[in-house]
């Protein structure tokens, strides 16, 4: 693949500082635009089909979403080949690690493939949002928080709907002094799995997960206010707050993060809080 000739789409991968699951249960929701990059590379028009072998990328392999995204995209841009051309991935993110890579790696894919085939005029990030909400969302069933938070980079407050993407409430610079710590726990999460559960949940009416959804949104105007505010000892208080909250009444947390936890707690006094589905993946701090 010529890099003179290829086209990139870098998009960062994020952080959930509070209210994972509300950006579609309903309620407010805190993200923040990552340093982690994933880059999604495409060979220009004329390039040929793409084959096994350009399917995967420095970091591992884009899997079959180069075919889906493709086709999703023929049905709403004519004109396109029948195969997608090349592709080459690079994540700087750990794979399933609650940090949207997959998401990153979705939009990446949605904006590289456009701007090679149908650059003119670029399409808005807008549409790209929601095309990824949507192609997502046949997948995973889940929200809209992670398309919203790796298009914008920044740092989001999100009201989340019960379907079709949140609304973004507020949006803010993350201060260029502060640091987002990742702890990479090195087990997988599994954001389907987790999706099942918690509809289920929400079909019986189960009373732990409506008090999870108020307390969370408690938690996520903290968090929001200690960021505008600029005051990282309650940021810190109030992701902590998130996390017991997602581990007391979600049970998304394991053994082997509450120890990463109080390691960091008693190291370095700094609160980490898991990002993502649970079950395993990252967990995040805020210095």
Not at 42 to 61: M, N, S
């Amino acid at each position: 693949m010529s890099g003179a000739e290829a086209i990139r789409a870098a998009v960062p991968c994020r952080a959930c500082l509070s209210g994972e699951d509300l950006d579609w249960l309903g309620g407010e929701s805190v993200s923040v635009g990552l340093e982690l990059m994933t880059t999604v590379t495409v060979a220009p028009p004329g390039a040929g089909p793409a084959g096994p072998a350009d399917q995967a990328g420095p970091a591992g392999a884009a899997g079959g979403w180069p075919e889906e995204v493709w086709a999703y995209l023929r049905a709403r841009l004519p004109g396109l080949p029948p195969e997608p051309p090349a592709v080459a991935v690079h994540s700087d993110a750990p794979a399933a690690s609650g940090l949207s890579s997959s998401t990153a790696l979705i939009v990446g894919l949605f904006r590289a493939f456009t701007d090679a085939y149908a650059p003119e005029p670029r399409i808005p990030a807008a549409t790209l949002a929601r095309w990824a909400y949507e192609f997502e969302f046949a997948v995973f069933n889940g929200g809209g928080m992670d398309q919203l938070a790796v298009l914008a980079g920044e740092a989001l407050l999100l009201e989340g709907r019960t379907r079709g993407l949140p609304v973004i409430r507020d949006r803010r610079a993350f201060p260029e002094d502060w640091a987002v710590l990742v702890v990479d726990s090195g087990t997988r999460k599994d954001t389907g799995d987790h999706i099942r559960s918690v509809r289920a949940r929400l079909a019986a009416g189960d009373s732990r997960l409506r008090d999870f959804v108020a307390r969370t949104r408690e938690t996520s105007a903290a968090v929001w206010e200690a960021l505008c505010a600029r005051d990282t000892t309650g940021l810190g208080t109030a992701m902590d707050g998130a996390h017991v909250l997602m581990r007391d009444l979600q049970g998304m947390s394991t053994p082997q993060l509450e120890e990463l936890r109080e390691t960091a707690a008693g190291a370095v006094g700094l609160p980490l809080k898991l990002s993502g589905a649970g079950g395993g993946g990252a967990l995040v701090g805020v210095c």
